[in-house]
């Protein structure tokens, strides 16, 4: 039933590439739907970036999505 698979946490995808490597099995997808990942500077190494903690995530992403519509509103004009 696609309502208990939505409801678990299984997402639709395409399987790309299916490999065994070590005797364990990986699975490389594309998921259907598109996903924002939102990052940061690692403050250890500046070089990189690491994903937003939930926390951060929930207060970050309502400001970013006001912004992106905000954007669009104004007939794409440069972000502040």
Do not use: C, I
């Not at 364990?24 to 994903?51: F, S």
């Amino acid at each position: 039933d696609d309502d208990d698979d939505d409801e678990y946490g299984v997402e639709d995808v395409e399987l790309l590439l299916a490999f065994e490597h070590r005797d364990q099995e990986y699975n490389l997808v594309r998921l259907m739907d598109p996903v924002l990942l939102v990052g940061k500077t690692d403050p250890e190494r500046p070089d990189l970036r690491v994903l937003l903690t939930e926390e951060e995530s929930e207060k970050v992403m309502p400001l970013l999505e006001s912004a992106f519509l905000k954007y669009h509103e104004d007939g794409n004009t440069m972000l502040p």
